[in-house]
Every structure is written in structure tokens, then in C-alpha cells.
């Protein structure tokens, strides 16, 4: 499939900043080939619904007058600027967590700042990080102006772009993108190509005020933060990625062709160092960064207090993946009417589908949806944890006795290694619940232990902090 951009042809059309624009498309572009063969169902997320208007413009005044009033005072100034989104925020003891950024900036307390995406454009107050930068000012105002500054040389230079690259997935895979997907890629494209200068002259502004040493974000490597990383790197500051979810082997925006991760100006768009779960992780990806296994600040928070669940009457939590949640629906319902009534079974939306799933509580299929918003208190009554793809897998080992992958093509191409115990069917997952073994794997690897310690040594040795 990497064989697609091992061509240097991909890289030719670049932005007015000098990046290859194929940075910022290429994880869409790969996830339609991904979708099209290995997925049963493509579902629109909770992210492609309608959002209120009026409660967007309200959001983003008060994130201009937050930001303005953070200049103003001089807290807008840190040693390390976080970047998150507001997906993975959390309320807890009267204020907004994201279990995302908001550890490590504890871990360096009045010298560390957030730059958070809202959440369908909610406003969220107060927050445990007061040094909370928005982003929606600056997304709001580049989208606006690249929608009419985009020129007809632009959509040329995209649209071929795409139908170069649809070309290529016919020619070496045999897959048809279609016309309109190939349209769609090429519109994108010439946005990004007339947003990308816009971007980086207001992200150069924005630490310019901030002056980081360290600019630590999520996704980095997907691309879409690729003119934020540039103008740090061309500010001098150190970029890195923290891990915020599994990868592997079969993860689109963490694996490249040759061509495309050696070439110094796609690098240039890249985070310098990942900040990895474990040492496990760091053998799972070729992304052309710096892997440091540090551990994760929320686990490590989480799992304290965190028991294990070995009496027959514990749960049975199905992990939903984002994508088909029917699928897990149907999962769900199924593993219900087979196993004893006295084995709860959960199912637990991912976050990006709990605006569209049903409200918790049990269904009239008798399959409970899980209220909780961290996952964490959901294993604490879970005896097994099953699932094709979910990060929650990972995060299960040594809180839950037993963690199950339905093995199915998709959970075989997203992760060809894997540690945990296997089931080629419903009935198998049935058995292993019911009578099969423990989930027997040492988590010292894919968890890192003493996350502050290791982190605290990278910003000493890395960033000199």
C-alpha cells in the first residue's frame, strides 16, 4: 500500500511554505484505500454532524477575548506549548481535564500552556490548565480567507495531484477511488495549498508570543499541524508528538515509504521526537521521528486504585473502534443473548461516537452502554475486554483478566503483532469468557513506568529545561 508515495513525484507540489502538500492529505487519501478493503462499513462519525451556529460564534468571541486577555497579562508565555483537542477533556473536581495534554503540563506547573481545538464548539470553563490558549481563532480566520483565496492554478496543481495519486492506487492495487472522491481529495488539496502560507505566518505570530522551547502536541505525524511544526522548527524550538493512542504496523499516519519519510522537506513538517506508552511501541512504526518511551501521564494517574476483576459476576465490556459501531452494536447483542444473564455486557462508544450512539442506560436488548467517560472506571467491574482495533486493548493489560481481540481483517491489518489472546469468531470470544484462559502479558514494555521521571529527563537532556 506505501508503495502508492514511494514515488518522488508525490512530494513535487508543495505549499508557498516549501512542504510537500502530500503531508497534510495523505492520511485522508489512505484511510478511503483503508476503508474501501478492510473495513465491513464506512459510518459518519459524531464529527460529521451539524453544529450550532450560534453557539460557534458565541465559542469563538469568547476564545478571541480569552487569548487577547492572556496576551494582555503575559500568561500566554511558557516554556512548552501543549496542543491538544477538546474530545479527551474530562470534568473532574469542578474543572475541565484533558487527559491528553493537561499531565504534562502539571509536570511543569506556571511553564506550561495548552492550545486546545474545541469540541463541537463548546465552551468549557473553568479548566484545570488556566493557561489555555484556543485555536479556534486561528482556524476560524484561515479557513474563512483560504475559501476565497483559493486560485484556479491551485485547483489545477490538486486536482492533478489526486488523480495522480488515484492512479496510482488503480495501477499497483487494482482499487478505484472514483470520480468524486478524486474530486473531493482535489479540492482539499488546493485549500490546503491556499491556507498552508496563512497558517504559517499566524502560527509564527502565536510563538513568537508564546516563546516555547518545546512545542509537544497530539497527531503530529498525521499531518494536519504540519505548518505549526514547521514554523517551530523554524523558530528553533524542539517539536515532538506524545502518544495518545496505539499504533502499529497497519496505522496510516505512522508509517511511510522510504521516498517520502527520507525527504528533508516532508521531515521538515514532522515532530523531531515521539514520546511513546513503552519500548514496545517504538518497534511498531518507521515514522521519520525520534522514538523515547516515557509511559503515559493518564494511565499512570488512572490505574491507581485500579483492581482486577476475577469473580464470576464481572463484565463483559465491548470496545467500539470509532468507524462501525453497529458492528459493535451487533457484537453486543449477540455475546448478550448467548452468555449467562448473571455476565453484565457493556458496550462502550468511542468518543468520537457518543453524540450519535444512544444515551446510557440498557437497551432493550439488554446490553448495557457505558456511562462513563474515562475508561479506566469502566474496567474496574470488566472480567474480559474485547474488541477488533480499540486502544482500550492496550490500556486493559494488567487491570482486566481477560483481554480478547476478535481477530477479523481488519484487526489483523491494523495490528499484524499483538499480545493479546485471539478469537476467529463470536462463539470463540463466547468460549474465552466463559472458560478460557487468563490474559497473561507483562506491561513493563508497552507501559512505561515512572512517566514524570522520563519526561522530566527529556526536557532536561532534549530541550534543556
Known amino acids: 500500500m506505501l508503495e502508492i508515495e514511494n514515488t518522488s513525484s508525490v512530494l513535487d507540489l ?4 516549501g512542504i510537500p502538500i502530500w503531508a497534510q492529505v495523505r492520511v485522508g487519501f489512505f484511510r478511503m484505500l483503508i476503508a474501501d478493503s478492510v473495513f465491513s462499513s464506512v459510518e459518519a462519525t459524531d464529527s460529521n454532524q451539524r453544529h450550532d451556529m ?6 469563538l468571541i469568547r476564545s478571541i477575548l ?13 516554556d512548552v506549548l501543549l496542543t491538544t483537542e477538546a474530545v479527551a477533556d474530562q470534568r473532574v473536581d469542578g474543572s475541565w481535564y484533558n487527559r491528553q495534554s ?3 503540563a502539571q509536570a511543569t506547573p506556571g511553564r506550561a500552556a495548552v492550545l486546545i481545538d474545541q469540541d463541537h464548539w463548546a465552551w468549557r470553563q473553568p479548566r484545570a490548565i488556566e493557561q489555555t490558549i484556543y485555536h479556534a481563532p486561528i482556524q476560524a480566520g484561515v479557513a474563512i480567507r483560504a475559501r476565497f483565496q483559493t486560485t484556479a492554478r491551485q485547483r489545477r496543481d490538486g486536482n492533478a495531484l489526486a488523480a495522480f495519486a488515484s492512479e496510482r492506487g488503480r495501477d499497483l492495487l487494482g482499487w478505484e477511488m472514483g470520480a468524486p472522491r478524486e474530486a473531493a481529495l482535489g479540492a482539499v488539496i488546493a485549500r490546503k495549498l491556499a491556507s498552508a502560507p496563512l497558517q504559517y505566518r499566524a502560527y509564527r505570530k502565536l510563538l513568537r508570543r508564546v516563546s516555547p522551547k518545546l512545542l509537544l502536541g497530539s497527531s503530529g505525524c498525521y499531518g494536519h499541524t504540519a505548518n505549526l511544526i514547521a514554523a517551530a522548527r523554524d523558530l528553533g524550538i524542539v517539536t515532538a508528538e506524545y502518544q495518545h493512542g496505539a499504533v502499529s504496523q497497519g496505522h496510516d499516519a505512522y508509517n511511510f515509504s522510504d521516498t517520502v519519510r527520507n525527504d528533508a522537506n516532508f521531515r521538515r513538517a514532522m515532530p523531531e521526537y515521539f514520546l ?4 514496545w511501541w517504538n518497534d511498531q512504526i518507521n515514522a521519520p521521528t525520534i522514538p523515547v518511551a516515557i509511559g503515559s501521564p493518564h494511565r499512570e494517574l488512572r490505574r491507581i486504585g485500579a483492581g482486577t476483576a476475577t469473580t464470576p459476576g464481572g463484565g463483559v465490556l465491548v470496545l467500539s473502534d470509532g468507524i462501525e459501531f453497529d458492528l459493535y452494536m451487533d457484537l453486543a447483542a449477540r455475546l448478550r443473548f448467548a452468555l449467562p444473564p448473571e455476565i453484565e455486557v457493556v458496550l462502550r462508544p468511542h468518543p468520537l461516537e457518543r453524540g450519535r450512539a444512544p444515551s446510557g442506560g440498557q437497551l432493550s436488548n439488554g446490553v448495557v452502554l457505558d456511562p462513563n467517560l474515562d475508561i479506566y472506571t469502566s474496567f474496574w467491574s470488566a472480567r474480559a475486554v474485547v474488541s477488533e482495533v480499540s486502544t482500550g486493548l492496550f490500556e486493559a493489560i494488567g487491570l482486566v483478566e481477560k483481554i480478547i481481540m476478535l481477530e477479523t481483517p481488519k484487526a489483523r491489518f491494523t495490528y499484524p503483532e499483538h499480545p493479546f489472546i485471539s ?5 470463540e470470544v463466547i468460549e474465552l469468557v466463559v472458560g478460557g484462559p487468563m490474559t497473561k502479558i507483562s506491561p513493563a514494555s508497552i507501559w512505561a513506568n515512572d512517566w514524570r521521571g522520563a519526561y522530566q529527563g527529556f526536557l532536561r537532556d532534549k530541550v534543556g529545561l
Open 276 to 279: 511513546t506508552f513503552g519500548t
Open 54 to 59: 450560534g453557539r460557534g460564534a458565541r465559542t
Open 66 to 78: 480569552r487569548n487577547r486577555s492572556l496576551q494582555r497579562t503575559g500568561e500566554i508565555r511558557a
Open 102 to 104: 493537561d499531565g504534562f
Open 423 to 427: 478469537a476467529r469468531s463470536v462463539d
Open 14 to 17: 508543495r505549499s508557498a511554505v
